[in-house]
């Protein structure tokens, strides 16, 4: 099994819709998730980090279930302009330490 | 403005030459780390930093080298002794210490293709 597993898509979805993605982690004594997005050939940007039960920031919302070990991310009304990759990561260190497992990442194509 | 840049942009080079990649950071981040992805995978970790003039291995370190003589710079070079180093590579930081400083900022990365 992976240390992090997401679908890798494509998610097809028409404009204003919304879709889910998971993000599945094997350690259960991760501390931190973060979720990036990339755009072809460009640097992954960071989209919003997790550290207790969720997040929100406007039409993106992250929510986590340690008792599951997943991480989703939802995005509400989709725009033209989310079509992009989306990374889950997961910090599984310990103590203070940092270790960052990425996943593969989940493609999403936005139509018109 | 406070960032990270990576040159150059896009690299190429001859088989069997050593290049260097270079990766600057004024955002007063602790650790740095480099990492490459290629096409379909997720990044993997070459070498990581935490302190200057320290450095470790990650998973993927063999036919790679680093320095870390200033908290700002975390330059690598990629050896002959690298089998496939066709890729994208990616330059990271974190503020570092416990709490909320794991959240990691890339840059812009440097494509190098191997002719």
């Known amino acids: ?112 | 403005d406070g960032g990270i840049t990576q040159s150059p942009k896009y690299l190429f080079r001859k088989e069997g030459q050593n290049v260097t990649l270079s990766c600057e950071q004024n955002l007063n981040h602790d650790a740095m780390y480099w990492y490459r992805q290629d096409p379909g995978q997720g990044l993997r970790l070459i070498y990581y930093s935490q302190i200057v003039n320290d450095f470790q291995k990650g998973d993927i370190a063999e036919g790679y080298s680093v320095s870390r003589e200033k908290k700002e710079s975390f330059p690598l070079t990629v050896t002959s002794a690298q089998k496939n180093p066709t890729a994208f590579y990616l330059c990271a930081s974190t503020l570092g210490g416990r709490g909320r400083g794991d959240t990691q900022y890339f840059g812009p990365g440097t494509r190098l293709t191997v002719l």
Not at chain 1, 27 to 49: H, I, V
């Open chain 1, 1 to 112: 099994r992976k240390e992090v597993e997401q679908d890798p898509g494509p998610f097809n979805v028409p404009e204003g819709a919304t879709v889910a993605f998971n993000c599945t982690y094997s350690n259960s004594a991760s501390q931190s998730f973060f979720w990036y997005r990339q755009d072809c050939r460009k640097e992954p940007k960071l989209l919003m980090s997790v550290y207790s039960s969720g997040n929100e920031d406007g039409r993106f919302t992250a929510q986590l279930n340690r008792a599951s070990q997943y991480i989703s991310l939802l995005i509400r009304d989709s725009k033209l302009s989310d079509s992009a990759t989306y990374l889950c990561v997961v910090n599984m260190g310990t103590s203070g330490t940092y270790k960052y497992i990425f996943g593969t990442g989940t493609r999403l194509k936005v139509l018109a």
